[in-house]
């Protein structure tokens, strides 16, 4: 491989590895918030309603603190954790880099 051909390959591979990240970083809110889980609260008649409602049911009338359901709304309503922004774009880095190889070869 000469030297063009190498740094081609690794552009390839930053570009793709930042594109998962950031399609994820922006992407996964926007998901959230489409279901339902909002700012203002779980949107009526949404999936996110029935994803409650099931919850609530389960569990005896309450939504129980650290369920899927919680978890959710949470992300609606302040968006992701410096955590989970810092993990996701750990993960998903390494998993875009990882791809950008495959194509690049």
Known sequence: MGGGTVTVAIVTVLLIGSAVVGVALVGLPVA???????GAGIAAGSIAAKMMSAAAIANGGGVAAGSTVAVLQSVGAAGLSLGAKIGLTTALGLAGAASGECVSE
């Open 32 to 38: 959230i918030g489409a279901l339902g889980f909002t």
